[in-house]
């Protein structure tokens, strides 16, 4: 299992499928066949074109799903090499249900992201306005969406380590994603301060200031 450490801050979605790029671009070309659960605007489909199917319960996935009542059950085993799911989990209550229809429809590779919730800046928000967050907190009136599931950096590793023992799949690489560098700071003193803290924590390996947990997962027996 590699471990890495990447300190680019995420903002939004368009972020977060540069990161897939940056860190999973062999994965995404080689494969011939994509499930891109929760794709929203199905941004992965704009780049990486028709062998990526999109789903989700709003945007413009190709299939609209509400994952809380049918899961991937529509889906064939083994029907795509790869299929990624980054920041969906948290919000549904079939969490467990999802993961092993992802892993049953799975060929190849899959790619998961979760939230750390316990991280420095989600903490230090909460402490600095005394107020949870719009997918935590007491609205006037029940959310569309909000997370349903709270846990840390460690408790998103050992989910995936304790199921790697049925021996379903194996974790090839765990990156640990920071809020630190923002692309768009041109201002040197504040380019300095990220540099700084970006080698200080990624040379102590301080991961409980991840912001989100991505794992790369291999299926352990794959069609050829």
């Known amino acids: ?121 989600r903490l230090n928000k909460i402490y600095k306005t005394h107020r949870t967050g719009k997918f935590y907190g007491l609205p006037l009136e029940k959310p569309v969406d909000r997370h349903k599931w709270y846990f840390s950096y460690r408790e998103i590793v050992d989910f995936f380590t304790g199921h790697e023992k049925v021996g379903t799949y194996t974790i090839e690489r765990v990156i640990y994603q920071y809020p630190i560098r923002y692309n768009e700071e041109t201002r040197f003193l504040k380019k300095l301060k990220q540099s700084v803290i970006t080698a200080v924590v990624t040379g102590l390996g301080l991961k409980r200031h991840s912001s989100s947990v991505f794992v790369l997962l291999r299926a352990t027996q794959h069609e050829s």
């Open 1 to 121: 299992m590699h471990i890495v450490h990447d300190t680019t801050a995420i903002k939004n979605r368009a972020d977060r499928y540069e990161f897939l790029k940056r860190h999973f671009e062999k994965e995404i070309k080689e494969a011939t066949s994509i499930l891109d659960v929760g794709c929203d605007d199905n941004f992965l489909k704009q780049i990486y074109g028709d062998k990526v199917f999109g789903i989700d319960i709003g945007g413009k996935p190709d299939r609209v799903v509400d994952l809380e009542k049918e899961s991937l059950r529509f889906l064939a085993d083994k029907s795509y090499d790869l299929s990624i799911c980054t920041e969906v989990l948290e919000h549904i209550d079939n969490l467990h249900e999802v993961f092993r229809d992802i892993q049953r429809v799975t060929n190849r590779y899959m790619i998961i992201s979760i939230p750390n919730s316990i991280s420095y800046h």
